[in-house]
RNA sequence: GGUGGAGUGGCUGAGCGGCCCAAAGCAGCAGCCUGCAAAGCUGUAAAACCACGGGUUCAAAUCCCGUCUCCACCUCCA
């Protein structure tokens, strides 16, 4: 079976086939680098980290490119507010993601291009716009440039709106000719950094937030690629309007839109403006970096995702009995090389039901966990081998080889001969007084029947 | 006012016309294992009348109509 994706352009399941036979080539928005990053923004991360994954493991050469919006009126505010350089700021800010992407294991994109690196593209598809009719440098002869909504009869295509039944800005203000046209340059204003304007054929200007993806993911991709993807709270202005600037521009632009939904707490959107977002440092207080991904893996990418405060530690748990029966069964087999079970690929390729997928991880854990206890080596080998290679397609198992000092796995290891040699000698309380120690230790201990084995913080 | 989406067991969360008297995980319970166990495993066991009311169909959680509730977007947000 095919892949097939949701396109939300069309509001349709369809079969996903790239446009050219092998590559796949991908636009997603990365983040606005004004503040630290939280849950909905590694979600978003996630969910095309976990599609160019199951894109590669069939074989497709994929090309991502994820942006960062480096300029905006929110990172020159946040830097002002901290008292800070914005250039500064918007790096350190950038670093943030940065690290929390990694610690989640997701695979860094082709390209993570920078708004501020790329204005003279930007500016030559302003200009190409305006000899085509569809912008205007501002009415009141500022430096600002708008795209004309009205000379654009099929915007509000993407998100199936009429211009005439849209709320509006209550103001006309900045020299637009209509209250939904929106800002493609924004001119310098008094009191900004020097640095955060540029010399354009309009003035001293800096880009609004929509030209960037357009011009960028030309740029990188050309003027049709296959799969464009964001948070479900990006179609619109956003997507709508980067659509409607290269569609009138004349180039073909996304084949496929996806949209990732949002993750809520208490049924309400995690969001900067709210600020109920929660951070990173807090997760982690709660829950390792598997647990995070595991736990943000475990809605389909359509669905809303809860946090609750159980989450968490839900996912540990779920996680554990994967890692687990990994651990176990290596100790008796090997894995080899086996096809993904069917079930596993089908979820996959239904729209990305990474859930579904999870199940029959488990799923293939109990096979695998009964196998073991009737000693059936064959059928133990072959649920490994599927297991590490699902764990593997969706990046489930960060920090396995996580380093231990040398010497505390000795001190450990110590201990655990002389509780054997305790417990040979039926000398309980001694052997339970070393696990306690050991239980201090952090280091957790599982008898099987012919050995101990442990492991460490949880 | 407009445009989308959602309501499934104690919790999380799949399924979207028959394989569903509803996957999977967590919690719980029972059993196994164990010197014991806070660890591990198993479950032929238990737990959901799939928001509510109608309808279509041989067959509905899944389709249609109505009602209620909730969420998102139309302003910066993944």
Redesign the pocket.
């Known amino acids: 079976m095919a892949l097939e994706l949701f396109d939300?352009k069309t509001?349709s399941v369809r079969e996903f086939v790239p446009k050219a036979p092998g590559k796949v080539s991908m636009y997603v928005?990365?983040?606005?680098v004004?503040s630290a990053p939280?849950?909905?923004?590694l979600?978003?991360a996630l969910v095309y980290d976990l599609l160019r994954r199951w894109l590669e493991a069939n074989g497709q050469r994929v090309t991502l490119v994820r942006n960062v919006?480096d300029i905006?009126?929110?990172v020159l505010v946040n830097a002002a507010a901290a008292n800070r350089d914005w250039i500064e700021f918007a790096g350190e800010v950038e670093k943030t993601f940065d690290e929390a992407y990694r610690s989640l294991g997701i695979a860094e994109p082709t390209h993570t291009p920078h708004a501020t690196q790329h204005i003279a593209d930007m500016i030559a598809l302003v200009e190409s716009l305006i000899a085509k009719g569809h912008a205007y440098q501002a009415e009141d002869g500022s430096a600002n440039v708008f795209f004309d909504t009205a000379s654009w009869s099929q915007y509000g295509e993407l998100?199936?709106?009429?211009l005439e039944?849209?709320?509006?800005?209550l103001e006309n203000t900045f020299g637009k000719r209509n209250v939904?046209d929106?800002a493609l340059f924004k001119a310098h204003k008094e009191g900004e950094p020097e640095s955060a304007s540029w010399d354009t054929p309009w003035g001293k200007a800096r880009p609004g937030?929509h030209i960037e993806c357009s011009a960028m993911a030309k740029h990188f991709l050309g003027e049709s690629f296959d799969i464009h993807g964001?948070?479900?709270?990006?179609?619109?202005?956003?997507h709508e309007n980067e659509l409607a600037q290269s569609r009138a521009n004349g180039d073909a632009f996304a084949k496929f839109w996806i949209h990732?939904?949002?993750?809520?707490i208490q049924?309400?959107?995690?969001?900067?403006?709210?600020g109920n977002?929660v951070s990173v440092e807090q997760l982690l207080e709660v829950g390792s970096w598997a647990a995070i991904r595991y736990?943000l893996s475990?809605?389909?990418y359509?669905?809303?995702?809860?946090y609750?405060p159980?989450?968490l530690?839900?996912?540990q748990?779920?996680l554990?009995?994967i890692s687990?029966?990994i651990k176990?069964a290596k100790l008796q087999t090997g894995s080899t090389n086996v096809p993904l079970p069917d079930n596993f690929v089908t979820?996959m390729n239904?729209?990305l039901?990474v859930?579904?997928a999870?199940?029959v991880?488990?799923?293939t854990?109990?096979a695998?966990?009964?196998a073991?206890?009737a000693n059936d080596i064959n059928t133990v080998t072959t649920c490994l081998s599927q297991v590490v290679q699902m764990v593997e397609v969706l990046g489930l198992m960060l920090g396995v080889a996580k380093e231990i000092d040398p010497a505390l796995t000795q001190k450990i290891e110590e201990l655990i001969t002389l509780?054997a040699e305790a417990?040979a000698n039926?000398d309980?309380?001694r052997?339970?007084q070393i696990?306690?120690e050991l239980?201090k230790l952090g280091v957790?201990?599982?008898?099987l029947?012919n050995q101990t084995i442990w492991s460490i913080n949880g």
């Open positions: 939300s509001q928005c990365g983040p606005t004004q939280h849950l909905g923004h979600r978003s919006t905006d009126d929110k998100t199936n709106q009429k039944n849209m709320e509006g800005e939904h929106f937030w964001g948070g479900l709270d990006l179609r619109f202005p956003h990732n939904a949002l993750v809520t049924g309400q959107k995690m969001s900067k403006s709210l977002g736990w475990s809605s389909q359509r669905s809303n995702l809860d609750t159980t989450s530690s839900d996912a748990a779920a554990d009995r687990g029966f176990r979820a239904s729209d039901n859930p579904g999870i199940a991880i488990h799923e854990v109990r695998g966990n009964t073991l206890d509780r417990k039926k309980f309380s052997a339970d696990r306690d239980t957790t201990l599982e008898d029947p």
